[in-house]
């Protein structure tokens, strides 16, 4: 999650986390355009991801609106405090 939002903040979008409330992970908006993004990560190479309905759903009502971030290639780390994600490259879709 950390890794798409920089990625979307970078790129002049404002950001709130609605995964606690929504079927989506983030709403952003920038000037007049909204996004609902969805963020999938993987320390595999990415080339599938398992989608719930709704997700599936949301996708597929308004396309224009909603981005899929999948982050690949993650490399976990674990310590004494707990699991640490690092790295990975980032592909986004867009409709």
């Known amino acids: 999650m950390q890794f798409a939002i920089e ?5 002049g979008w404002a ?3 609605v995964s606690a409330l ?10 007049n355009e909204m996004l609902r993004v969805e963020v ?3 320390t595999g190479d990415g080339s599938q991801i398992v989608l719930t309905r ?4 949301l996708a597929e009502s308004d396309p ?3 981005a899929l971030i999948v982050v690949s ?4 780390t674990h310590s004494i405090s707990g699991v640490i ?3 990975g490259m980032a592909k986004v879709i867009h409709p």
Do not use: F, N, P
């Not at 990625?7 to 790129?11: K, P, Q, V």
């Not at 709704?54 to 759903?57: H, M, N, Q, T, Y």
């Open 85 to 87: 994600a690092s790295g």
């Open 15 to 17: 950001i709130r986390d």
């Open 73 to 76: 290639e993650i490399v976990l």
């Open 54 to 57: 709704a997700e599936k759903d």
């Open 64 to 66: 224009r609106d909603m």
């Open 40 to 42: 999938k990560g993987t």
């Open 7 to 11: 990625w979307l903040t970078a790129r």
């Open 22 to 31: 929504q079927s989506y992970d983030l709403d952003c908006h920038r000037s």
